[in-house]
């Protein structure tokens, strides 16, 4: 089992900026992928940016160059720096944990954080 709470979201108007953390309750080295997903209302949710155990990373190309995912190991958190924010960017935010075990794999969410960009 792996908890997981996001922080950090909120309003920002365009062009602006917001740092999304996710805390897991183990550590995240033996978590698999962790990942930032959203979901705007109407839509389904998407994958935004992913972080592999060996720091791996990968983005939506809807936000490449503009946000990017790291991690600390030692505080068992995963961040989401979003730079360069615009209205389209606006959703519910979820951090992901995804492990893969010898015979299955196990997906872990967070409660999700709104964020809000304003034109």
């Known amino acids: 089992q792996v908890q997981l709470v996001e922080s950090g979201g909120g309003l920002v108007q365009a062009g602006g900026s917001l740092r999304l953390s996710c805390a897991a309750s183990?550590?995240?080295?033996?978590?698999?992928?962790m990942g930032w997903y959203r979901q705007a209302p109407g839509k389904q949710r998407e994958l935004v940016a992913s972080?592999?155990?060996?720091?791996?990373?990968d983005y939506a190309e809807s936000v490449k160059g503009r946000f990017t995912i790291s991690r600390n190991n030692a505080k068992n958190t995963v961040y989401l720096q979003m730079n360069s924010l615009k209205p389209e960017d606006t959703a519910v935010y979820y951090c992901?944990?995804?492990?893969?075990?010898?015979?299955?794999?196990?997906?872990?969410w967070g409660q999700g954080t709104q964020v809000t960009v304003s034109s």
């Open positions: 972080i592999t155990s060996d720091s791996r990373s």
């Open positions: 992901n944990a995804h492990i893969v075990g010898a015979t299955s794999e196990l997906d872990y």
């Open positions: 183990k550590s995240i080295l033996s978590i698999n992928v």
